[in-house]
């Protein structure tokens, strides 16, 4: 006779860190302040110099469902690498990731349980995202994620209508829920999407999950998405390398497509009409993209592509 499925599961919550000393203690209050209460949270320190160590050190000493894990040598491996190992130090079903400067509403974890609970074959719930810039005097803004809300998507439907492949808003990764078995069928995150590249680590988690199995997509507001001028994708746009970045994901993901089986035919196909910009001459490919692009990517991919070119301007 088979178990009953467990209606309370511990949910093994990620929480990576590089420095971050001005956020980290408000991310993990939020998970404290879940009206969940079958969770653990892993702090990995990804290498911090700025007093983040001491501040998730502290709070493992003091709260026994807290554990402060690091690489060895307090090496920096990147945000992909941490969250494997964060997920391989941790127990539980359910894994959630919170990032060091993004907080949870107190219900995120109770009502994202109960979602993914209602559908066995659910390998991922998410929700929509409160982009949150009142904390530094700025304005928020509710952000749905998905194409459709509060139903069942089974594949590769998410996978063409959701961000990067589709036009949908893709979930921030503190917004997720995922079944360990879904991340393990999967592989984890891919740890080469590092430095600039882990601006689509996620993304490149995601797609393979949307390639495979079914997830829903919640119109609640389960995290508060912080923006602030230090992030990563404020970094890659200053640097004018956003089209660098994406077309190494698509490459990545193109191969990818070679190592597994692809049971669905549109995928091949959606992936092929998002690398044809890249695939065309330079001149061309700016011609189709400059004008809605910043001058620094322009400029970065002139340097980059016709040097010889940019030597003459």
Known sequence: MLAEPDPKPPVAVICCFLDGKHFLAEAIESVLAQ??????????DDGSTDGATEIARAYAARDPRVRYFEHEN?????LSASRNAGIAASDGPLV?????????????????????????????????????????????????????????????????N???????????????LVRREAIE?????EAHFSGIYALYEDQAFLCKLYASMPVYFSDRVWVYYRQHGASIMASVRAQGRYHEVRRYFLRWYWRYLDEVPVLHPPIRPAVARALRPYRVPAGLWLLKFGASQRLAEARHLLRRLVHPLWRVL
């Open 74 to 78: 307090h090496a920096n491996r990147g």
């Open 96 to 160: 959630a990731f919170i990032d060091a400067d993004d907080f949870w509403p107190p219900e995120k974890l109770s009502e994202q349980v109960a979602a993914i609970q209602s559908d066995p074959a659910l390998a991922m719930v998410s929700g929509a995202a409160l982009y949150w810039r009142s904390w530094n005097g700025g304005k928020d803004v509710v952000v749905t994620s998905g194409h459709r809300s509060n139903i069942r998507i089974d594949p590769p439907e998410a996978l063409l």
């Open 35 to 44: 009206t969940y209460p079958h969770w653990t949270l892993t702090l990995v």
């Open 185 to 189: 069928r999967v592989g984890g995150f």
């Open 162 to 176: 959701v961000y990067p492949l589709g036009a949908a808003g893709a979930p921030p990764p503190s917004s997720l």
